[in-house]
């Protein structure tokens, strides 16, 4: 991410901020839905390699035969657990899709659900509560042990009481699961949740069975791994991890021999082993300068260049418990002077796309609304909505804008907006850059001491609700004391409105589609008129495949199917 490559680091803390819940779980900063991000600067890069030595670089040997036909991977980040019960993380989320199953998935390719371990979608009661679940039986595990309802029943009991990073994802919406036939499954819901079906496809709802794992609290498997899915976990260690092909997979067989994935120490030794031949395939972590000499030598170089477009929503969190961002005319004038096609060229050298709502612009839902408000860099209309507020050259608007220090892609575009804000308004606007480590920022954004944050957000799954819920509710507060609990709390927002819970509480029952994208225009239009967040950009993906090299795609889902890729 981004430059591109830093932004897919991030979503192993971000993600960590963005309800009261989930700051927690995410970045391991406390136990909740931790979705903020603290790796806002870093990314991750998987990199597909043939076979044959890569010369040493200090992140590890290289994996993989010169004759195999065996795909190597590099990649700049780690997998901190393989347990699905607690990994929160975009690399391990790969590794379980490719190790393990889940109830269903998305067709290659779209984003129509299919079933997987299912035999076919669910069927729902009247009431939106009880998902009836049909499943496969001609299924075993990597150990040969079978799998049936009760197995997969044990494995979402397991993912709810473990208290692992992710566990409110299915312990906040699930009431009871039940085995209610040999291969059955029977999930019953708190409240109706449209989205339900969309979050099975969630990678910590894996199965793994019951003799090498336990339900109890705090208890996880890092190291190790056994599932269902096309690919054994061979070995696991900081600097490689192999997966060999599981022959006995109940789906399509892999297209190779399987994979081995080398963890490099920096983007530069990444670029440097993809460019003379040591890697298939590099996939992220690389900054835009490297992506764009990559783009520019594809032709002289013999390498492919494939663009995909993701659902990471990169935006600024505006906290309206400090004045005089408490005044809505504060917080759309600085909206005015947002300049995305500027950040995108100067930053990202045009390997971004400018973002006008929290929802990324592959849903059918996404409407530009900050763009229809405000546009970009108005500072006309930005000096109208700051006069109104009281301010003058004698009395200028001070805009402190915090970010991570470890985020080089977020310091960019902080000093960025210092530059253009006070070029577009002298006298007017001073605008303050600040930083701190990130454990301290998205450890302290829920108590309210930063004004204004750079922040990214990366979805749990491919649904509306993950870009609204996470960041427009509140549990507990009021228009007067605002959010004091809840997700816009732990985003630092604390944005309180009782039409935006009312809203996000109709969009998550209602059952109909057309209806449901009409609630969620409404809500955009929120988002709009009270600007408690400001959407920024949305990152490309690039993944650079060598010639010869078939089958790389980065799904509409950011998913990577790994059996997909061919050696030719």
Known sequence: MVLLGWFRLLKSHQRWLSRPLAMARRAGLRPSLLKFATLFSLCFALVVGCGGSTPDDGAGDTVGEPTSNRVTIGTTLTARTLDPADAYEIFPGILLHNLGDQLYAYEPGGTELIPQLATELPTVSDDGLVYTIPLREDVT????????????????????????????????????VEASGDYELTLTLKTPFAAFTSLLTFWGVTPVPEADYEIAEGSFVPDSFIGTGPYKLASFGSDAIKLDVNEDYW????????????????????????????????????????????????????????????????????????????????????????????VNERVFQGQSEPLYSLIPTSFDAYEPVMKSANGDGDFETARTLLE??????????????????????????????????????????????????????????????????LANWYPDYY??????????????????????????????????????????????????????????QEIQALLKADVPYIPLWQNKDYVFAQDGVDGVAIQPTQQFLLWQISKG
């Open 388 to 453: 109104e507020a009281g301010f003058s050259e004698e009395n200028p608007f001070t805009f402190e804008i915090w970010y991570p220090s470890a985020s080089t892609t977020r310091a960019i575009v902080a000093n960025t907006f210092k530059e253009s804000f006070e070029a577009g308004l002298p006298g007017l606007v001073q605008v303050e850059v600040q930083t701190t480590e990130s454990a301290t920022l998205w450890g302290n954004i829920s108590e309210g001491i930063y004004p204004a944050v």
């Open 463 to 520: 649904d509306v609700d993950t870009f609204i819920q996470p960041f427009l509710s509140c549990d507990k507060g009021s228009e007067a004391t605002l959010c004091e609990e809840g997700a816009s709390q732990s985003n630092g927002s604390f944005y309180y409105s009782e039409k935006a819970n009312e809203l996000i509480a109709a969009q998550r029952a209602e059952q109909d589609p057309a209806a449901r994208d009409a609630i969620v």
């Open 141 to 176: 595990f990597h150990d040969g042990t079978p799998f049936n309802a009760a197995v997969m029943a044990f494995s979402i009991q397991r993912f709810m009481d473990n208290g692992g990073r992710p566990a409110f994802l299915l312990s906040e919406k699930i009431d009871k």
């Open 251 to 342: 789906g399509e067989a892999p297209a190779n021999d399987g994979i081995d994935i080398q963890i490099f120490t920096s983007s530069a030794n990444l670029y440097n082993t993809f460019k003379t031949g040591g890697l298939d395939v590099a996939y992220q972590t690389l900054d835009p300068d490297q992506i764009a000499s990559l783009e520019r030598e594809a032709d002289a170089g013999g390498w492919q260049v494939i663009e995909a477009g993701t659902t990471v929503v990169n935006y600024m969190s505006l906290n309206q418990k400090i004045p005089p961002l408490n005044d809505v005319r504060v917080r759309q004038a600085i909206a005015a002077m947002i300049d995305r096609p500027l």
